[in-house]
C-alpha cells in the first residue's frame, strides 16, 4: 500500500477531522421573504464550553452572532440583539439559529461552531439564499 495514504489515515484517525464534529446537514436553504428560517446544526461532542454562531456576507469577514454556554440563555451580539429577528433553540445535541421574518440582508452563509479554550471547530456553513417579493396587505 501506499506509504502516504497510510500515513493519512493514521493522521485522521489521530486527529479526528473537526468538520465532523460540527454538523451543518444543509449546504444552501431558501427563505420566502417575510417568512421564518431556521439553520440546523448538531454537536457530536459536548467537552466543548461554548457555542456560536457566524455571519459571513459575501465578500466581507464573518461576524460573530451569538454565543451559548449551554447553561444560560444565548448572548445576541450588537445587531443580532433582536429577539423579534433571531432565535436559538438548543436541543440535545443541536444548536440551531432561527430568523423570523427573513429579510434581503439575511442573506449570508451561516457558520455554527464550537469552542473550547483556543480552539474553535467550525462546521461546513450554511448558505440563506431570500427568494420573492414582500407581501404588503
Given at each position: 500500500?501506499n506509504?502516504l495514504?497510510?500515513l493519512?489515515?493514521?493522521f485522521c484517525?489521530?486527529?479526528?477531522?473537526?468538520?465532523?464534529l460540527i454538523?451543518?446537514?444543509?449546504l444552501?436553504?431558501?427563505?420566502?421573504?417575510?417568512e421564518?428560517?431556521?439553520?440546523?446544526?448538531?454537536?457530536?461532542?459536548?467537552?466543548?464550553s461554548?457555542f456560536?454562531?457566524?455571519?459571513q456576507?459575501?465578500g466581507?469577514?464573518?461576524?460573530?452572532m451569538?454565543k451559548?454556554d449551554?447553561?444560560?440563555?444565548?448572548?445576541f451580539?450588537d445587531e443580532f440583539?433582536?429577539k423579534?429577528h433571531?432565535k436559538?433553540?438548543n436541543?440535545?445535541?443541536?444548536f440551531?439559529?432561527?430568523?423570523?421574518?427573513a429579510?434581503?440582508?439575511?442573506?449570508?452563509?451561516?457558520?455554527c461552531?464550537?469552542?473550547?479554550?483556543?480552539?474553535?471547530?467550525?462546521?461546513?456553513g450554511?448558505?440563506?439564499?431570500i427568494?420573492?417579493?414582500?407581501?404588503?396587505?
Amino acid at each position: 500500500m501506499n506509504r502516504l495514504f497510510l500515513l493519512n489515515v493514521l493522521f485522521c484517525i489521530a486527529y479526528e477531522i473537526p468538520a465532523q464534529l460540527i454538523v451543518q446537514p444543509r449546504l444552501s436553504v431558501t427563505a420566502q421573504l417575510g417568512e421564518s428560517v431556521t439553520l440546523q446544526c448538531s454537536i457530536s461532542r459536548t467537552q466543548h464550553s461554548t457555542f456560536t454562531w457566524f455571519k459571513q456576507v459575501i465578500g466581507q469577514p464573518p461576524v460573530y452572532m451569538l454565543k451559548y454556554d449551554g447553561k444560560s440563555k444565548p448572548i445576541f451580539l450588537d445587531e443580532f440583539n433582536d429577539k423579534s429577528h433571531f432565535k436559538m433553540q438548543n436541543i440535545q445535541s443541536s444548536f440551531n439559529l432561527t430568523i423570523l421574518k427573513a429579510e434581503n440582508p439575511d442573506m449570508a452563509v451561516y457558520y455554527c461552531a464550537a469552542l473550547s479554550g483556543s480552539h474553535v471547530l467550525f462546521g461546513n456553513g450554511t448558505t440563506l439564499l431570500i427568494k420573492g417579493k414582500l407581501k404588503v396587505n
